[in-house]
């Protein structure tokens, strides 16, 4: 039952970029426009958030309006599920964040501390099915690290326009959550208290794990 409330959760996240991408469509009418479907090789390194001890990277290879993404990680907590998003926020900073994001000094950056730089979800990195923020914590359709890796690989579709040409041109912020913040092997309240996306969640499963810009 906690699954379900972990997607209301970011469902208010995904409101908040609904208008987010709006703007950037209404305001690129004048941006140079690339052929849509020359090649466009984007990697991102992932770098350790939330004291997660995990690395990883990410290689997208864009073709048109597709790109096939894959995903290595190790370190991450095992045998958990790590929700993981291609974010991207016309009016985000279009990076990862970082120690000065902790607006409320806890330690920990939350996932409403990083919104200003990676911007609300995009695209949700399951293994199957549907890829919209609609799925952004469907918990049953994203990878569970057993002995903390992960390694990922998705043909991921995109709608054409304005949104998709500032993915290609580096806008893009992957962001892989869960943090077991005390070890024990499961997402609880001890770790670091409720998540502020929905008070009935432990923050460990939806704290930033990783995160990196595709650039
Ligand atoms: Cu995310």
Do not use: W
Request: some cysteine.
């Amino acid at each position: 039952m906690q699954h379900r409330k972990l997607y209301a959760g970011i469902g208010g996240m995904v409101l908040a970029g609904t208008a987010a991408v709006a703007g950037i469509q209404a305001s690129s009418a004048t941006e140079a426009k690339p052929a849509a479907s020359a090649p466009v090789q984007l990697e991102a390194n992932l770098k350790a958030m939330n004291d997660s001890g995990a690395a990883g990277r990410v290689d997208a290879d864009f073709t048109g309006r597709k790109a096939e993404v894959r995903i290595k990680i190790r370190g991450l907590a095992k045998n958990l599920p790590h929700a993981q998003h291609l974010h991207f926020g016309a009016e985000a900073r279009n990076e990862c964040p970082n120690v000065f994001d902790d607006a409320n000094n806890d330690l920990r950056i939350n996932v409403a501390e990083g919104v200003p730089d990676y911007g609300p979800i995009l695209k949700s990195l399951t293994t199957s099915g549907d890829t919209s923020p609609k799925s952004g914590l469907a918990v049953d359709r994203f990878p569970t690290a057993p002995k903390g890796k992960v390694d990922y690989e998705r043909t991921i579709n995109f709608a054409p326009g304005a949104v998709l040409r500032a993915i290609k041109s580096g806008k893009g912020v992957i962001v892989i959550h869960g943090v077991d913040h005390n070890g024990n092997g499961v997402y609880d309240f001890d770790g670091a208290g409720a998540s502020e996306l929905d008070p009935s969640l432990p923050a460990e499963a939806t704290d930033p794990a990783l995160c990196g810009v595709l650039r």
